[in-house]
């Protein structure tokens, strides 16, 4: 891997995390808005050595180890960079089952997004769908059915990869709810500080499931994800205290980083079955969708005298 693809892996990890934690910031702001000093100092320096170092370090660690458990925790840590032949059969073995498991689980996620999630309309039909919600479940449940089927034929693997990245999602997706529910708690005045700190972990956790898992559409290194998405989880917890009212403008950043979910997972899952996508072409994805939301953003606000303005 020369020099040039791991800083547009790196860089491309990064805006991943961020854009796909705006809801994350947004939610981590308007608590913190409610916390004494001190608690809100303790979320920012400790809160966030917990964030890149426990959640976007050892997450996709142990994903790979359990992966592929031959190689140790050591090798996994390090597999990509390895030359031994035995260490690269082994990741070329477990790769795809990996790869299959994060796809269909960031596939759900867009879907969920786009059948059932509020949203700013920023492509036409998005209305459209959302109103058909009923048939989120119908239609991931046919695709789940598909993918399986296919998957069956290559690898038995690759099918039980499918189902664990379906069940990964609806778990998840529980645990995401229930934090929703409980920040609307938190933003009265009944909950210690520490609670609320404990919920804010919590929740960032459950939010940074979503870019663990598309990391891998970029690359299958941990170091390199650890970069990637450490970088990224500085930039939101910067958002976090500055400029979050800012980023509430650009109300198409949301669809952007949705559109790249779907974008990833689709790679995952078709580099799962063989076919094989130059590193290059996920982070070049991401910067394209990602730049034609923002650039839609702008033109949003500029059309409306600075003020953004819902389709």
Request: charged share 15%; hydrophobic share 55%.
């Amino acid at each position: 891997m020369d020099i040039l693809s791991v800083i547009l892996i790196i860089a491309g990890l990064c805006l991943f995390e961020t854009i796909s934690s705006i809801d994350n910031a947004i939610i981590n702001a308007e608590v913190l808005s409610t916390m004494g000093e001190r608690a809100k100092r303790w979320f920012l320096l400790w809160g966030i050595l917990f964030a890149v170092f426990v959640i976007r370090g050892v997450l996709p660690w142990l994903i790979v180890w359990l992966a592929t458990p031959s190689l140790g925790p050591v090798g996994a840590f390090f597999a990509t960079f390895s030359s031994d032949p035995a260490v690269i059969s082994a990741i070329e073995q477990s790769a795809p089952v990996l790869l299959m498991g994060g796809g269909v689980f960031l596939i759900f996620l867009f879907f969920h997004w786009i059948f059932l999630e509020e949203k700013h309309y920023g492509l036409r039909g998005e209305r459209y769908i959302e109103s058909k919600g009923v048939w989120f479940f119908a239609v991931v449940s046919v695709l789940l059915a598909a993918i399986v089927w296919f998957a069956l034929s290559v690898n038995p693997l690759m099918a039980f990869g499918a189902v664990v990245g379906s069940t990964a999602f609806f778990i998840v997706h529980g645990f995401r709810q229930n934090a929703e529910l409980q920040e609307k708690k938190m933003m009265g005045a009944e909950m210690s500080d520490i609670s609320k700190l404990f919920y804010l972990e919590v929740i960032d956790a459950t939010f940074s499931i979503d870019g663990v898992l598309g990391a891998f559409a970029f690359t299958l290194s941990v170091p390199l994800i650890l970069i990637g998405n450490g970088l990224g989880a500085f930039v939101v917890r910067e958002m976090t205290m500055k400029n979050i009212s800012t980023i509430k403008k650009y109300i198409f950043l949301k669809n952007g980083a949705m559109y790249s979910i779907l974008c990833l997972g689709t790679i995952m899952v078709l580099d799962a079955f063989g076919l094989h996508i130059p590193p290059y072409f996920s982070p070049v994805v991401t910067f394209a969708v990602v730049g034609f939301f923002l650039l839609k953003s702008v033109k949003n606000l500029k059309e409306n005298g600075g003020k953004p303005h819902a389709s």
